[in-house]
C-alpha cells in the first residue's frame, strides 16, 4: 500500500488525496519513500496505482526522520503497476532527507 501525507499546523500527519509527502506500507509502518534517482517513471508507477492520469514530484526535506528507515534505489521500468512491488528499504538510507513529494494534476 502506499499513501500521501501531509503535515497540519499542529505538525500531526493526516491523509491527503492529490497532494503530500509519499510513503509505502513496509512489515507494519508507514516509510518515506527517498527522492534520489526518483524521475518520471516512477511518478507514472505511483499515479497509476493511486488512480490518477499524471503527476509531478518534488524533493520534500525533512529532518525529523532521521532515525527511521526509507525506501530506498527505486527504479521503475514502466511495467509495474505498483510501487509497492519493489523491495529496497535501508535504515538511515537517506542522508540528505530529501523525500518524495507528490502532486496530481
Known amino acids: 500500500m502506499i499513501r500521501l501525507t501531509k503535515s497540519n499546523k499542529e505538525d500531526e ?7 503530500g509527502s509519499l510513503e509505502i506500507y513496509h512489515k507494519h509502518n508507514w ?16 499515479c497509476k496505482q ?12 525533512d529532518e525529523t526522520l532521521m532515525d527511521s528507515y526509507s525506501m ?7 511495467s509495474e503497476n505498483r510501487l509497492d512491488a ?3 528499504f535501508e535504515l538511515n538510507g537517506c542522508p540528505s532527507f530529501n523525500y518524495v513529494s507528490v502532486r496530481y494534476i
Open 13 to 19: 500527519t493526516e491523509l491527503s488525496r492529490q497532494s
Open 50 to 61: 493511486l488512480g490518477f492520469r499524471e503527476g509531478a514530484a518534488s524533493s520534500e526535506k
Open 72 to 78: 530506498t534505489n527505486v527504479t521503475c521500468t514502466r
Open 86 to 88: 519493489f523491495d529496497g
Open 31 to 46: 516509510l518515506p519513500v527517498f527522492f534520489k534517482n526518483w524521475g518520471r517513471v516512477e511518478t507514472e508507477v505511483v
